[in-house]
């Protein structure tokens, strides 16, 4: 079956602007996490939903990330002013036994 | 202190040898154990998932848990250029993996 998609796959953003990302789970998987990952790093927790509560936003670096996921299938990570130290690949997740990954958003601000 | 330490090599081997990638923890509540596989340029896909202490094999893919250490491991038999990647642990407290947290990653270069 279809797994997690992600768009869109590639991003470059000037400093400053608004960009949305979005997130496309398995299709009957409650839990659906956001990760951070910077190069060379392993991913790094941004936030979790189940169905469209979030649960947790403890690892969103700032106000100017905001995560929903309003009818507890597609969610969008929303990066507000984006700034340089914001390029990463952004990995999203559903969640089974394990997580299945999206193949990501790289990210770049220039 | 990282909750999860992870040598992020790099690590090379011949194609054949026997591959020992490795990871540290520090929080105790730690029950679910994960071995993650991320090619270039993909997202992480999950090799390995083992819960509480003990081993599991998978092919050529072996997974060990020592909870009273808070180590774990992944063995590679008989490594391949294709197993060639960057190799995440993860693990978690709970089933639902809220607070699943990563190494750094070990990158692996098979060579023929």
């Known amino acids: 079956g279809a797994g997690v998609s992600q768009s869109p796959r590639y991003k470059v953003a000037k400093r400053g602007q608004d960009v949305a990302l979005r997130c496309d789970p398995i299709s009957g998987h409650v839990s659906l996490f956001w990760y951070q990952q910077a190069l060379g790093q392993g991913p790094e927790f941004l936030t979790y939903?189940?169905?469209?509560?979030?649960?947790?936003k403890s690892g969103l670096p700032s106000d100017r990330f905001f995560a929903e996921r309003p009818e507890g299938s597609v969610s969008t990570l929303k990066i507000q002013r984006t700034q340089q130290e914001d390029s990463a690949v952004y990995l999203c997740?559903?969640?089974?036994?394990?997580?299945?990954f999206g193949p990501g958003t790289r990210l770049l601000v220039l | 202190q990282k909750e999860v330490e992870q040598d992020p090599g790099p690590l090379s081997v011949p194609e054949g040898a026997i591959v020992s990638l490795n990871c540290t923890y520090s929080?105790?509540?730690?029950?679910?154990f994960m071995w993650y596989r991320q090619y270039s340029r993909k997202g992480p896909e999950l090799l390995m998932y083992?819960?509480?202490?003990g081993n599991k094999e998978d092919g050529r893919f072996t997974a060990q848990v020592d909870k009273s250490s808070k180590y774990i491991s992944l063995f590679i038999r008989d490594s391949q250029p294709s197993d060639s990647a960057t190799y995440l642990c993860a693990m978690s407290s709970t089933y639902n993996n809220n607070d699943m947290r990563f190494g750094a990653g070990t990158r692996l270069t098979v060579k023929p």
């Open positions: 929080n105790s509540a730690f029950q679910y």
């Open positions: 997740a559903s969640s089974s036994a394990g997580l299945d």
């Open positions: 939903f189940q169905n469209e509560a979030q649960l947790d």
């Open positions: 083992t819960y509480s202490s």
